[in-house]
C-alpha cells in the first residue's frame, strides 16, 4: 500500500495533467504508472523527476534497451521490486530476451558477491586500476 495515495488523472490539477500528458505521449500509451501517480502529490518533484528521466534514459552513448537492463541491475542491487518489474517490462518492450535477463541477472549475482568479498576482505586497489584504466 502506498504511504501517499496516488493521484488518478481525473483527480489531478492542470499542472500534474501536463506532466501526465507528456508521460503518455511520450511512451504512446494511454495510461500512467502508479510511480508517477505518487509523485503528483508533489507537483513539483514529479515535473523535476520527469524531466530527469527523460533526460538519462533519453538515446545517447549507451542504447535505450541498455540503459533499461543497467535500471533492472541497480534496482536488483537496491532491492526494488517496484522498479525490477516496471524496468523488466520496459526492457522486454526494447528487445531483451530471457536469456538476456538470465544473463544480466548472473552478472547482477557474480558482482554482489564478489563486491561482498573484496569489500569483507579490504583487498587494496592495483595500481594500474587507480585511474579507471585510462592509462
Not at 501517480?37 to 515535473?47: E, F, G, I, Y
Not at 542504447?63 to 542491487?77: F, G, I, Q, R
Not at 530471457?98 to 564478489?114: C, F, H, K, P
Request: charge should be negative; hydrophobic fraction near 45%.
Amino acid at each position: 500500500m502506498a504511504t501517499l495515495p496516488l493521484i488518478e488523472y481525473d483527480d489531478a490539477g492542470p499542472e500534474v495533467r501536463a506532466v501526465y500528458d507528456e508521460i503518455m505521449e511520450l511512451r504512446g500509451t494511454d495510461w500512467v504508472n502508479n510511480f508517477w501517480k505518487a509523485l503528483a502529490n508533489d507537483p513539483k518533484m514529479l515535473r523535476r523527476t520527469w524531466e530527469s528521466v527523460k533526460e538519462v534514459m533519453a538515446p545517447g552513448a549507451l542504447d535505450p534497451l541498455t540503459k533499461e537492463m543497467l535500471y533492472v541491475a541497480v534496482s536488483v542491487a537496491h532491492g526494488c521490486n517496484y522498479c525490477i518489474n516496471s524496468h523488466t517490462a520496459a526492457a522486454r518492450a526494447k528487445g531483451m530476451t530471457d536469456q538476456m535477463l538470465a544473463e544480466l541477472m548472473a552478472v547482477v549475482g557474480m558482482a554482489s558477491e564478489t563486491n561482498k568479498i573484496v569489500t569483507g576482505l579490504q583487498v587494496e586497489l592495483d595500481e594500474a586500476f587507480k585511474d579507471g584504466g585510462r592509462n
